[in-house]
């Protein structure tokens, strides 16, 4: 596996584990839709969260949250659409984002309410 691959998968387990820590049931990993694919689905009390997980291990493009734009908010949106259909899910949700820095000194960052659906 390419290690950038390897990277993302470490951050997604790190970053679910941090979650778990802080209070967040998880639901699934790795939901996929025609659309997108959400890293964490979580339970934080009674909201449901749609967790996008960044990775990186250096800052010299940016910081990880950068990196989820418009774009992949509206494609992480879409999917968060088709899980509330198919889960039936009725009541508050809310969209975050982990940002992981991987290297000498591992740090974990979450962003609550980092973007809105319409």
Not at 11 to 34: C, H, P
Not at 64 to 91: C, M, N, W
Not at 99 to 106: D, E, I, P
């Amino acid at each position: 596996m390419a290690k950038h691959l390897e990277d993302g998968k470490r951050g997604e387990a790190m970053a679910a584990d941090f979650l778990k820590s802080q209070g967040y049931v998880i639901v699934t990993t790795n939901w996929r839709d025609k659309y997108c694919e959400i890293d964490i689905i979580a339970k934080d009390g009674d909201t449901l969260v749609f967790v996008e997980v960044k990775a990186r291990t250096s800052t010299l493009f940016g910081e990880p949250d950068t990196f989820v734009d418009h774009r992949k908010q509206q494609l992480l949106i879409r999917a968060a659409d088709a899980y509330l259909y198919v889960s039936e899910h009725e009541g508050e949700i809310r969209f975050d984002i982990v940002s992981v820095y991987l290297g000498q000194k591992n740090h974990i960052e979450v962003i609550k309410d980092a973007f809105w659906s319409n």
